[in-house]
Nanobody, 123 residues
Framework: QVQLVESGGGLVQAGGSLRLSCAAT??????????MGWYRQAPGKEREVVAV???????NYKDSVKGRFTISRDNTKKTVYLQMNSLKPEDTAIYYC???????????????WGKGTLVTVSS
């Protein structure tokens, strides 16, 4: 079993910063991770993609966070990060990490989600 453990959420004032981390734990030895990403879901809204990063380091961001958020990854630690600067009240949401990959032992594709971490930005 693989679990994604998120940390770094919390309450911050508008204009502040937070850094989210998400580490894969458990049966990760034979896991080859491809795309990692961060998604968020605000109250009453659907889950949306915030940022994704490929195994080669290519990144894509939601338009509203470009220039403020930075996604990065540490393949050795099987961890993905989201540095969030200049936070706005509209960034308030539960943030979920996602990792897609393949089991090298059998070639099966996998898709894991974290349980989410709450980010609240006060005005």
């Amino acid at each position: 079993q693989v679990q994604l453990v998120e940390s770094g959420g919390g309450l911050v004032q508008a204009g502040g910063s937070l850094r989210l981390s998400c580490a894969a734990t458990g049966s990760i030895f034979s896991l080859s991770l491809n795309v990692m990403g961060w998604y968020r879901q605000a109250p009453g809204k659907e889950r949306e993609v915030v940022a994704v990063i490929s195994s080669g380091g290519s990144t894509n961001y939601k338009d509203s966070v470009k220039g403020r958020f930075t996604i990065s990854r540490d393949n050795t630690k099987k961890t993905v990060y989201l540095q969030m600067n200049s936070l706005k009240p509209e960034d308030t949401a539960i943030y979920y990490c996602n990792m897609k990959g393949t089991r090298r032992t059998n070639g099966v594709d996998v898709d894991y989600w974290g349980k989410g971490t709450l980010v609240t930005v006060s005005s």
